[in-house]
């Protein structure tokens, strides 16, 4: 798609104009991911001073740490518990919502504000609830004879941050789903209906499949979400911890180059996360193609 | 749904009410946390209901700050959350309606290039980036400044395409007639362009500025200075102490205030916001 | 106060696609012209080549005596009505019109005169307060047509400026446009694809098809007698009956008359022109047809029959009648029976004759 009518006669207003968003996204994106690129074949000594052209050593070293693969595998299991139970909790909020409820607008309203909640807010807000000594929650799980305890067990420490990601996600997922619902026309439901399909069969026969765009859209959206947004919420209810059972892989980017200040390493770790990145955009090109005709 | 079931209605109502619950469920507690006194929150019997000390809690977190864990009072916290979040929304906003209005409206040698250049940004958030971005924020000596809370985070694509494709539904014969009416491309964009953006204008900045605010990891990264933090990174620092000392009753009165504005902006600009949700994602 | 000149204007996109080849005419000041073709023929581009819309590959397009090849349209001393109307949507009715004098930094107090004075023409006097979405159709396009006038430029240019309007509403203005460009003597280059809407507003009347002009001249002139065949279908409604007739044919039909020549042809007939009669007109045509279908409409009847005898048939035209049929228009509503046979006749004056490949009339 392309205007046909343009300012043919400007050489270079054009040019003055892209100047503002190229430069900021020269200095402030290419510069520093080429940086990490590089950065990633480089070793640095822990002052910054000395640095050495190191090949792939560095990416040795990290496919060579047992805690580069828990990170990795902590992610899956973080992103795949997130996508599934935000998704399915939303569509279920969602079918109901699309019921032609009067009441249906006010629900919306309340549904999808936690949208603005910050990840790091959504955190602590739940770690509150759960904290083992004072949280609200957390005195009826211990009266049923669990030993909560987030801080120190990794296995509730994963379970309080999928909460409070899928908490927060909810209403993105609940939004998307809803506009997906009500964009299926009514009369295909209704042709179901006259051809005798009950609601559950005309849901998982009709409604489902025609949704499935939406589906799959929020199911790349959302593990990108679980990637990079969740950062917040982790850093505020465990810090990666007990024991690294939360550290991600981009909460591992953060820790190692920060706190371990092994930037080489932190860097091979940024590359591989783009090319994992990358790659999801890539599958969420295919839907995005409507958009960029070039 | 095509059968008229009342029960089928209730079952519903019931579900969403649930479900509305539990989504306010952790505010709830919040907000009724940030009304009671440090020995009650702490003390793990916490009732249900708004205590009396919300107008000294709220007052210490905003005006002086807490004793032990948090040196900064909250209101100064806010204030730079609110310069940074308005300042990458009109920022994102001011360097993309431009470069979208040269990308469609122009045509030059390299425009492609430059909207790839552009386009690409869209796949690498600033969290796979973050050291070397620091380090070249650092070197611009931006640290601990509005500048280095603010640009970083506008060079993306989001704006651009937005307004590239909202700019392609403007009928062709405006463009055509304002050149017969003498206008040029500053006139054409000034008082014809500008005054129809103006509803995704206000999308996009509804959109950024809960981004802008809710910014955790390049605000904790790049503020060295307590008094240089946003509100959201600020409400982190108050609980990295043993926790048994942290002043919960003041984290929570800082927690609802980081969640208010963004929160009424999605309450209030419904509208402008779902339609910006939905125009930049999809 | 102008006139419009084209010499040799030619127009070939970048891919090579030859949009207009070469076209020539004039239209004298004060002169109404209308450019009528069907869709894709070019008139548009040609149209929004004269307003500077689109640049020109080669020749000269010149307004009143100053060659405008490479000026800005805002330079050109010209209006345009938009076939969408283009109106402002954020400006309100006065500022919609009012644009363009204040582009041109004309005096505020000359610009009120100049706006309140098409809004009195145009009836819109009440409307200048509101904004393009709160009017109709009809109004939307009195606001198009006031932005033009305001400018009093040397030439006005439309741009199938009715066909957005219902068929009710389009014809009312089609009147008003002609009357208001009578009153105001500006020139005017008007583009459509209504054969109708050409044929009533047109002083000269250019019909164009795939890039070229087919012919230019006075709307009766042309309804008279087209150039070619293409001409002769697509001016005049129903279209023109065209048979391709063999080189014994034309000979036995114009027998005697050596400028039909002795080569094979196509013959035209007006559905108009015929009658229905059992009596033959000398040197005139008679067609026996049966009946297949019947229109109606009240003041006139169209009879759709086949012919009898089979003449080979070349459907040279988009619009030309399927081989072997024949329309026939009589007066009133007493009309034969379907399957009736029935006999046409026209007199030898109301022949056409082209030349085999229809590019060329052969007068009579």
């Avoid at chain 3, 089609?174 to 109708?196: A, N, P």
Wanted: aromatic fraction near 10%; proline fraction near 5%.
């Amino acid at each position: 798609m392309e205007k046909s009518a343009v300012f043919n006669n400007s050489k270079l207003l054009p040019y003055a104009l892209l100047a503002p968003q190229l430069i900021i996204t020269f200095v402030f994106f290419y510069w520093p991911a080429s940086q990490a690129v590089l950065q990633s074949f480089k070793r640095e000594d822990a002052f910054g001073l000395v640095s050495e052209f190191v090949g792939l050593e560095n990416y040795q070293a990290l496919f060579a740490q047992p805690e580069y693969y828990k990170s990795m595998l902590t992610t899956l299991v973080f992103s795949t518990l997130v996508a599934a139970l935000s998704l399915s909790i939303a569509l279920l909020f969602a079918t109901q919502a699309d019921k032609n409820l009067k009441a249906a607008p006010v629900y919306k309203t309340f549904m999808i504000w936690p949208y603005a909640v910050a990840p790091a807010v959504a955190g602590v807000l739940w770690f509150f609830i759960f904290h083992p000594s004072l949280g609200t929650l957390a005195r009826p799980l211990r009266g049923m004879g669990l030993d909560w305890n987030p801080l120190l067990n990794g296995n509730h420490a994963m379970t309080l941050v999928v909460m409070s990601a899928v908490w927060k996600q909810i209403a993105y997922n609940f939004l998307f789903f809803l506009a997906g619902l009500q964009s299926i026309p009514k009369s295909v439901i209704e042709a179901g209906a006259i051809d005798g399909a009950g609601p559950m069969r005309r849901f998982w026969t009709i409604i489902f499949p025609l949704l499935s765009p939406t589906t799959f859209f929020l199911l790349v959206v959302n593990i990108v979400y679980v990637f990079f947004d969740t950062f917040g919420i982790i850093d505020a209810v465990t810090g990666g911890g007990p024991a690294g059972a939360t550290t991600t892989m981009v909460y591992k980017v953060y820790a190692d180059g920060r706190l371990g200040g092994d930037l080489g390493g932190s860097a091979a770790q940024s590359v591989v996360l783009m090319v994992i990145v990358i790659a999801l955009t890539a599958i969420q090109f295919k839907y995005v193609e409507r958009k960029v005709q070039y | 749904m095509v059968e008229h079931r009342p029960w089928n209605d209730i079952i519903a109502y019931a579900i969403l009410t649930l479900g509305v619950f539990i989504v306010a469920f952790p505010v709830y507690v919040a907000m009724i946390a940030s009304t009671h006194d440090a020995a009650t929150v702490v003390g793990g019997r916490m009732p249900m209901s708004p205590g009396g000390q919300a107008l000294e809690n709220y007052y210490r977190a905003i005006f002086v700050g807490g004793s032990r864990t948090a040196p900064e009072p909250v209101g100064r916290l806010l204030m730079n959350s609110f310069i940074s979040a308005i300042g990458i929304a009109v920022g994102k906003i001011c360097i993309s309606i431009l470069s979208a209005y040269a990308v469609v409206y122009f045509r030059f040698p390299f425009r492609k290039t430059a909207f790839w250049i552009i386009f690409v940004t869209l796949m690498l958030p600033v969290e796979v980036r973050i050291y070397p971005t620091y380090k070249v924020v650092a070197d611009l000596r931006m640290l601990d400044t509005y500048a280095g809370l603010i640009l970083p985070l506008i060079a993306s694509a989001t704006g651009t395409l937005l307004f590239r494709q909202f700019f392609m539904t403007v009928p062709d014969e405006l463009l055509e007639a304002s050149r017969i009416d003498g206008a040029g491309p500053f006139r054409f964009f000034w008082d014809t362009l500008l005054p129809l953006s103006v509803t995704t204008i206000s999308a996009l900045f509804v959109i950024q500025f809960i981004y802008g605010w809710n910014q955790y990891l390049w605000p904790l990264l790049i503020t060295t200075q307590d008094s240089m933090q946003t509100i959201v990174t600020g409400i982190k620092k108050m609980l990295v102490t043993t926790d048994e000392l942290a002043e919960w009753q003041l984290a929570m009165a800082t927690a609802v205030l980081a969640m208010l504005p963004p929160v009424a902006v999605v309450v209030f600009m419904q509208r402008l916001f779902v339609r910006g949700l939905v125009e930049t994602e999809k | 106060m102008a006139n419009v000149v084209l010499r040799d204007v030619r127009k070939t996109y970048a891919g090579g696609f030859e949009a207009i080849k070469g076209i020539d005419f004039e239209v004298g000041d004060g002169q109404f012209c209308v450019l009528v073709g069907p869709s894709g023929c070019g008139k548009s581009t040609l149209l929004r080549m004269v307003a500077g819309l689109e640049t020109i590959t080669s020749g000269d397009i010149d307004i009143g005596g100053r060659i405008v090849n490479q000026v800005e349209p805002a330079d050109r001393d010209i209006a345009m009505v938009f076939q969408n109307y283009a109106l402002y949507p954020h400006m309100s009715v006065y500022n919609n019109m009012a644009y363009g004098l204040r582009n041109r930094r004309m005096p505020e107090p000359e610009i009120d005169t100049r706006v309140q004075e098409a809004a009195r023409i145009l009836e819109l006097g009440t409307m200048l307060d509101r904004k393009p979405k709160q009017l109709s159709g009809g109004q939307r396009q009195r606001v198009a047509m006031g932005r033009a006038i305001v400018r009093q430029p040397k030439v006005f240019l439309f741009d199938e400026p009715l066909s957005n309007l219902d068929a009710k509403l389009r014809i009312a203005m089609r009147v008003e446009i002609r009357k208001l460009q009578r009153r105001l003597k500006t020139t005017s280059i008007y583009v459509t694809h209504d054969q109708l809407e050409a044929m009533t507003l047109a002083d000269i009347l250019v019909v164009m098809n795939s890039g070229r002009v087919e012919q230019i001249g006075n709307p009766l002139d042309i309804y008279q007698k087209p150039a070619t065949t293409f001409v002769a279908s697509f001016i005049g409604a129903p279209p023109m009956n065209l048979m391709p007739l063999r080189a014994d044919e034309i000979r036995a039909q114009f027998a005697g008359d050596s400028r039909a020549g002795s080569e094979a042809g196509i013959l035209g007939i007006r559905p108009e022109d015929f009658v229905i009669s059992s009596e033959t007109i000398a040197g005139g045509i008679a067609l026996d047809l049966t009946v297949e279908a019947i229109e109606r409409v009240g003041a006139e009847t169209f009879i759709y029959g086949t012919r009898q005898h089979e003449i080979q048939g070349v459907a040279a035209n988009p619009g030309d009648l399927p081989p072997g049929e024949v329309i026939v228009r009589i007066p009133g509503a007493v009309a034969p029976a379907i399957g009736e046979r029935i006999k046409a006749v026209a007199p030898r004056e109301n022949l056409h004759l082209f030349s085999a490949d229809g590019r060329k009339r052969i007068d009579l």
